[in-house]
């Protein structure tokens, strides 16, 4: 009785190969892609606590060390309505570690006369394992 692994043909086997190689390239850019997806949840929290006036939700989200710095900007930012309509990464390499972040912001689109768009572009940084804005969006 000849082997079970004789009989089956070379192409399903190389079929076979090619859907692990397949699996691995998509797993691969999914944890390559991993901190630019935290960069991005982070930019939508801070803009979601500033528009729900939630000064600590959005101090959560500026890196520890430029904290005491941004407060009286973003108690200033307390209670516009920030709609996020887009998000953009930036690494310095495919490889690499974000370095900024720019948000294409709708500030207060409810309101006419204090309506405006702004594309504000922010350092990040990698505390403890965790992404934080190093600046509060629109920051000065």
Same mark, same amino acid.
Request: aromatic letters at 8%; charged letters at 20%; glycine letters at 8%.
């Given at each position: 009785?000849?082997?079970?692994?004789?009989?089956?043909?070379?192409?399903?086997?190389?079929?076979?190969?090619?859907?692990?190689?397949?699996?691995?390239?998509?797993?691969?850019?999914? +944890?390559?892609?991993?901190? !630019?997806?935290?960069?991005?949840?982070? +930019?939508?929290?801070?803009?979601? !606590?500033?528009?729900? !006036?939630?000064? #600590?939700? !959005?101090?959560?989200?500026?890196?520890? &060390?430029?904290? &005491?710095?941004?407060? #009286?900007?973003?108690? /200033?930012?307390?209670?516009?309505?920030?709609? +996020?309509?887009?998000?953009?990464? =930036?690494?310095?390499?495919?490889?690499?570690?974000?370095? &900024?972040?720019?948000?294409?912001?709708?500030? /207060? =689109?409810?309101?006419?006369?204090?309506?405006?768009?702004?594309?504000?572009?922010?350092?990040?940084?990698?505390?403890?394992?965790?992404?934080?804005?190093?600046?509060?969006?629109?920051?000065?």
């Amino acid at each position: 009785m000849g082997s079970v692994f004789r009989r089956v043909p070379t192409m399903v086997w190389i079929n076979g190969l090619l859907m692990v190689l397949v699996g691995l390239a998509i797993l691969g850019v999914e +944890v390559i892609n991993r901190p !630019a997806a935290a960069v991005e949840a982070s +930019v939508r929290r801070y803009a979601m !606590a500033v528009s729900n !006036a939630d000064l #600590d939700a !959005a101090m959560a989200e500026i890196a520890p &060390d430029q904290r &005491d710095a941004s407060s #009286d900007f973003v108690k /200033n930012q307390l209670g516009n309505i920030y709609d +996020v309509t887009g998000v953009a990464v =930036r690494a310095n390499s495919i490889l690499g570690r974000p370095s &900024d972040v720019t948000t294409d912001l709708d500030v /207060n =689109r409810a309101y006419p006369d204090q309506y405006y768009q702004a594309a504000p572009r922010e350092p990040v940084e990698e505390v403890g394992g965790r992404w934080y804005l190093g600046a509060p969006l629109l920051a000065p």
